[in-house]
């Protein structure tokens, strides 16, 4: 099983709402990332958690909040966003983070802030 | 931070007829990826290049590592209209599995 499994595929959120993107795999994977899209760009990274950890923060702002619950489990909590997030939100995983290891995307969670 | 430049941005060829997309870094390169996405989806990998002078081929396509010049192409013959789509080249960064994407490039395969 190479599958990345994201929900929703679709979000409409107001910006004074509360909602969580998330991301599942069952590969064993031990690293997991979180990727923005804008439309016609390409995936810019946000957060990777490695063994559980947050390992890395592109500077991303506080209203969007990563949380790892598990080994297979991302999530990606959203609160007050703008409408420039609107994005595709794309998950990956991959056997570990520290080496090159070919990513693993899921299908991604289209989000419209209005 | 590492630069990936693919070109081109776009191209149409007529279904059965040969392209070859390119992807240059600034930088060294320590593993190339190649992926496939259809628009508003996510990601297909299709290859990973790691030593200067690899090749790599699924099906149709074919896709090189120059290490010296810190490119690599990615080749498909005889297209077909699922070639159609957005092919990304990325790359990791010397601190691991950190991916850089280049602008991507855009192919319609013409039936």
């Known amino acids: 099983d190479t599958e990345v499994t994201q929900t929703p595929k679709h979000l409409v959120m107001g910006m004074t709402n509360k909602k969580s993107l998330k991301c599942e795999q069952h590969m064993g994977h031990r690293a997991m990332y979180w990727y923005k899209q804008k439309a016609k760009k390409p995936p810019e990274l946000m957060f990777v958690y490695s063994y559980e950890k947050l390992s890395i923060n592109e500077s991303v702002p506080s209203r969007f909040s990563p949380e790892c619950p598990n080994s297979s489990l991302l999530n990606l909590h959203l609160h007050a966003l703008q409408p420039e997030d609107s994005a595709l939100y794309l998950c990956?995983?991959?056997?570990?983070?520290?080496?090159?290891?070919?990513?693993?995307f899921g299908p991604g969670t289209r989000l419209t802030v209005t | 931070s590492q630069e990936l430049e693919q070109s081109p941005q776009s191209l149409i060829v007529q279904e059965g007829k040969n392209l070859t997309i390119n992807c240059t870094s600034s930088k060294t390169l320590y593993g190339l990826y190649w992926y496939k996405q259809k628009y508003g989806e996510g990601l297909i990998f299709l290859m990973m290049l790691q030593k200067g002078g690899e090749e790599k081929s699924h099906e149709k396509i074919t896709a090189k590592l120059d290490e010296k010049k810190q490119q690599s192409s990615l080749h498909i013959t005889a297209s077909q209209p699922s070639h159609a789509g957005i092919y990304l080249c990325?790359?990791?960064?010397?601190?691991?599995?950190?991916?850089?994407f280049g602008g991507g490039t855009r192919v319609l395969v013409k039936p």
């Open positions: 990956a995983s991959s056997q570990d983070e520290t080496d090159s290891y070919e990513q693993y």
């Open positions: 990325g790359a990791d960064g010397a601190a691991g599995n950190k991916l850089t």
